[in-house]
Nanobody, 124 residues
Framework: QVQLVESGGGLVQAGGSLRLSCTAS????????MGWFRQAPGKQHEFVGT????????YYADSVKGRFTISRDNAKNTVYLEMNSLKPEDTAVYYC?????????????????WGQGTQVTVSS
């Protein structure tokens, strides 16, 4: 069982930056592929990006490519989402998710564990 806790959300002006963190409980964090998703009010969950457990390869949704960066620190059991050049349309609750040994995935149902989410609000 893995528990995930996100932090770092908040209110930021358009053009600003935030860094979200997601810390996992337990051991074997390095064996989990991690994903970030978000959900804006009245909308479905949207894939943001993912970082693979082996090799750390990443890929991103087109909507955030070039602005957001995912990294991980296995020694700290933490994955990060660095968000730059934020736009009002980035406003959402951001969730991290984990799947063991899996390849990077943009499909919610492929992830086994989810955090509770952290709110990001970007003002215009």
């Amino acid at each position: 069982q893995v528990q995930l806790v996100e932090s770092g959300g908040g209110l930021v002006q358009a053009g600003g930056s935030l860094r979200l963190s997601c810390t996992a409980s337990g051991r074997a964090f390095s064996m989990y592929t991690m994903g970030w998703f978000r959900q804006a009010p009245g909308k479905q969950h949207e894939f943001v990006g993912t970082i693979r457990w082996s090799g750390g390869s990443t890929y991103y949704a087109d909507s955030v490519k070039g602005r957001f960066t995912i990294s991980r620190d296995n020694a700290k059991n933490t994955v990060y989402l660095e968000m730059n050049s934020l736009k009002p349309e980035d406003t959402a609750v951001y969730y991290c998710a984990a799947r063991k040994y899996g390849s990077g995935s943009d499909q919610r149902e492929t992830y086994d564990y989810w955090g509770q989410g952290t709110q990001v609000t970007v003002s215009s």
